[in-house]
């Protein structure tokens, strides 16, 4: 019996769009649920253990939560297979996987500065785990475009998320980093091109990512154009 999924999510969520790309790349039809931030309802705070979102639902019965068990969980229900056959590069890819937080917590905590000073201080943390993706993807033993080669896989569904945050950031506010590890910078260009990765967001993601600086009151609000502010919906 073919089950029924539905993803609770933000938006912006970036561990949302990790799950949505997994359920996009097996072409698992799914529900999405947008919920209010900050007022989120009981029946989901039922289900999420510490309150965040994704939370994929089964058939309305069973609940996981973490982006990282949802992606293995359905690696081991819906093909086809995004995880490579050889259990040494499976191990490699789940490492390569794990690292994804220190990659993403570079990114966030620039994205969410507060001021130019912590900006520029957070920023400056970005090329150590760049260069440690751009090393790994130099020993990958593949001429890419993703991290296995010509199949996208769960370790480039976890990171698409986050180059993709990085992508805007620089259209903001140019940092001029991706351009020194030219590895990652195309593994980037062909992740944000991978049709399970644009459709895993709304479409007008990026405004909607904007929108939210603003609502947060984040320093790099104020490269927000004028003609974004107000016009997109975050929740
Ligand atoms: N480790 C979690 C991280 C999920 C996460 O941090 N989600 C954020 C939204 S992007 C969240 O729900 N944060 C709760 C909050 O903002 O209070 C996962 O991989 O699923």
């Given at each position: 019996m073919t089950s029924k999924f539905?993803?609770?999510?933000?938006?912006?969520?970036?561990?949302?769009?990790?799950a949505a790309i997994?359920?996009?790349?097996?072409?698992?039809?799914?529900?999405?649920?947008?919920?209010?931030?900050?007022?989120?309802?009981?029946?989901?705070l039922a289900i999420s253990p510490h309150?965040?979102?994704p939370v994929l639902?089964?058939?309305?019965?069973?609940?996981?939560?973490?982006?990282?068990?949802?992606?293995?969980?359905?690696e081991e229900t819906a093909s086809p297979r995004l995880h490579p056959e050889d259990a040494i590069a499976r191990a490699?890819?789940?490492?390569?996987?794990?690292?994804?937080?220190?990659?993403?917590?570079?990114?966030?905590?620039?994205?969410?500065?507060?001021?130019?000073?912590?900006?520029?201080?957070r920023a400056g943390k970005i090329a150590a785990p760049f260069g440690k993706l751009d090393e790994a993807l130099g020993k990958r033993g593949n001429a890419g475009p993703y991290f296995n080669g010509p199949k996208l896989s769960l370790v480039d569904a976890a990171y698409a998320p986050f180059v993709q945050r990085y992508t805007f950031m620089d259209r903001l506010r140019p940092l001029g980093i991706i351009e020194k590890y030219p590895r990652l910078a195309a593994w980037r260009d062909a992740l944000l091109d991978a049709a399970a990765v644009k459709a895993s967001t709304v479409?007008?993601?990026?405004?909607?990512?904007?929108?939210?600086?603003?609502?947060?009151?984040?320093?790099?609000?104020?490269?927000v154009p004028e003609s974004v502010r107000g016009a997109a919906m975050v929740e």
């Open positions: 539905m993803l609770c999510s933000f938006k912006t969520c970036p561990w949302v769009q990790r997994v359920l996009q790349a097996k072409q698992v039809p799914y529900d999405i649920t947008y919920i209010d931030r900050d007022n989120r309802p009981e029946w989901f309150s965040k979102v639902q089964i058939d309305g019965k069973h609940a996981l939560f973490e982006s990282n068990a949802i992606a293995e969980y359905l490699r890819n789940r490492a390569w996987t794990d690292y994804v937080t220190t990659f993403s917590s570079a990114i966030s905590n620039t994205m969410y500065a507060d001021s130019e000073d912590e900006f520029a201080a479409p007008n993601i990026e405004a909607v990512w904007q929108e939210n600086l603003v609502v947060r009151g984040r320093w790099l609000a104020k490269f």
